[in-house]
């Protein structure tokens, strides 16, 4: 490179280290000299046949030609095809937000559905359950999964399951145990009339699982996407769980871990006037 003060060339790797500079602090000034003034980087790859002066000016005629309000980048690079102006969507994308034209986004979403109004705390049992998971390590066997299903009135937990793989599978596990304890049984529309609430993770969308419920009767209720106050109620005792377990213990391995969640959870449904007890409450009122 050549110096503006000598007149001589130096090599790159002599001036960064004269001035114990990386060779990436070069780069990211667009490989300017001392002294010289700063250059507008330039676009690597093949040159497009447009500038961005010409794109800006189709991209207001197609703007001023829709008729939206506003128009998205994706929608607005697809009109300009249709002018013979084919340029990329990043490209595209750039230029409208450099000059404030894209669409305005609402961030507050206006959800249709009705149903998770109001509380969330059921009036009876087996009306709704909740459903969650949390991850959790061990020394021996790595990252592993905790999964449980709690109701939503008495909040006794009605099953939970820990796996090495949290699938849709160990998913089902909290929910089958539940249904066998307290429905007595494990049949197709044996749970009509029991809902299930729970957040949109991969394991609660699978088919196998969704399908599971509906051969159940177990009408599926997931919380708004952004909003776990839906499933408050097992948040909240996940919560719990690792304040009061989780945290407290380092895991020798999976099978230890199994062991002390499942004394956890016999403690929390059993001592003073457990989950269990408000649920044999409301089947007492019922008889």
Known sequence: MKSVFTGRVYP?????????????????????????RPMAPIKRGPRSRWSDKEVLSSIREVLLESSFHGEG???????????GIWVG?????????????????????????????????????????GADAARFYTQKDGWCWFFGAID??????????????????AALEPIRQGIRAHYRNYATKIALGLGLRHDWGPQYCAHQFLGELRWLGIKSTPSYVGEPQCNGIMERWIRTLREECLYMHDFESLEEAREIIAEFIRQYNFEYRSPLEIRQSFAQVAA
């Open 12 to 36: 790159r790797t002599m001036i960064c280290a004269v001035y114990r500079l990386p060779r990436s602090t070069w780069y990211a000034a667009g490989g300017l000299l001392v002294g010289e």
């Open 73 to 83: 980048y994706r929608k607005v690079r697809v009109k300009l095809r249709a002018r």
């Open 89 to 129: 969507r990043n490209r595209v994308l750039r230029i409208m937000r450099e000059k404030q034209l894209l669409v305005p986004v609402r961030r507050l979403a206006n959800h249709g559905d009705r149903s998770h109004e109001g509380r969330i705390q059921t009036d009876r049992p087996n009306e709704l359950w």
């Open 152 to 169: 939503h009135c008495s909040e006794d937990i009605v099953g939970w399951h820990v796996a090495k793989r949290g699938d849709r599978w």
